[in-house]
């Protein structure tokens, strides 16, 4: 069965594919290009496979599922027996890894992408930069990557011992905040979350999928 994943270029469709990669199902998966920038996002046929205008998608036979994180949690346990573990083995281990993506989803993310947001794109998708938004949202970041630091002091990823969705659910955004956004700083001045962020972008799957390329 091929996978179809629409829009891979861009941060969301990647948490998906490098999931695909780490489940080992890399050579099974095509990707159909959508250009935010031109507004394909908004075209009927897209918007017949997700009503809110957004990518990822994924087409899976007749099976069609939108939204990163429950893609990366369906392919998780579709395929928990192939490639990477990365859901834990006891239901204890599962809990911490769900409790993870959501302090990713509902704690990270947001102030990441504001600076993602209002440093990179606000120009380019014609909206003002805002300092303050920038501001407030790296002291919010701050504040969330010094619970980080000390969670992860305790264990070498955030879910436990053991790489999971948790942290490859935070590969696309940080690799921003490293590279195109320059505050690498965020990262690097914590140790353990130094140390982390070196582990998880040096994954063979997350190099693979940098590889497929990038608009920025
Ligand atoms: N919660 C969604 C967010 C997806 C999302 O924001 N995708 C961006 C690309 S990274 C997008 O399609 N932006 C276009 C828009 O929102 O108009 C998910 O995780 O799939």
């Known amino acids: 069965m091929v996978v179809k994943v629409f829009g891979?270029?861009?941060?969301?469709?990647?948490?998906?594919l490098v999931c695909l990669v780490e489940k080992e199902i890399e050579f099974e998966f095509e990707t159909i290009p959508i250009d935010i920038f031109?507004?394909?996002?908004?075209?009927?046929?897209?918007?017949?496979?997700?009503?809110?205008?957004?990518?990822?998608?994924?087409?899976?036979?007749d099976?069609?599922?939108?939204?990163?994180?429950a893609i990366v949690r369906y392919y998780a346990e579709k395929y928990k027996l192939q490639g990477?573990?990365?859901?834990?083995?006891?239901?204890?281990?599962?809990?911490?890894?769900?409790?993870?993506?959501?302090?990713?989803?509902?704690?990270?993310?947001?102030s990441i992408y504001n600076l993602v947001m209002h440093i990179?794109?606000?120009?380019?998708?014609?909206?003002?930069?805002?300092?303050?938004?920038?501001?407030?949202?790296?002291?919010?970041?701050?504040?969330?990557?010094?619970?980080?630091?000390e969670r992860l002091s305790k264990c070498k990823y955030l879910a436990g011992d053991?790489?999971?969705?948790?942290?490859?659910?935070?590969?696309?955004?940080t690799q921003y905040l490293v590279g195109a956004i320059g505050?690498?700083?965020?990262?690097?001045?914590?140790?353990?979350?130094?140390a982390w962020w070196d582990d998880i972008s040096n994954r063979p799957s997350w190099k693979k999928v940098l590889e497929f390329g990038a608009p920025f």
């Open 120 to 149: 990179l794109f606000a120009s380019g998708m014609g909206f003002p930069s805002d300092p303050k938004i920038i501001q407030e949202s790296e002291e919010k970041l701050g504040k969330v990557l010094d619970v980080y630091e």
């Open 183 to 194: 505050k690498d700083y965020m990262i690097k001045s914590r140790k353990h979350v130094s």
């Open 63 to 69: 099976y069609t599922l939108y939204e990163s994180r």
């Open 84 to 110: 990477t573990d990365l859901l834990g083995k006891a239901i204890e281990e599962r809990g911490l890894v769900e409790q993870w993506l959501e302090v990713e989803a509902q704690n990270y993310h947001p």
């Open 38 to 61: 031109k507004g394909e996002h908004k075209d009927p046929e897209c918007l017949k496979l997700q009503p809110f205008g957004a990518v990822p998608v994924i087409q899976d036979g």
């Open 8 to 16: 891979p270029l861009y941060a969301a469709p990647k948490r998906v």
């Open 162 to 173: 053991f790489f999971s969705l948790a942290d490859l659910s935070h590969l696309p955004l």
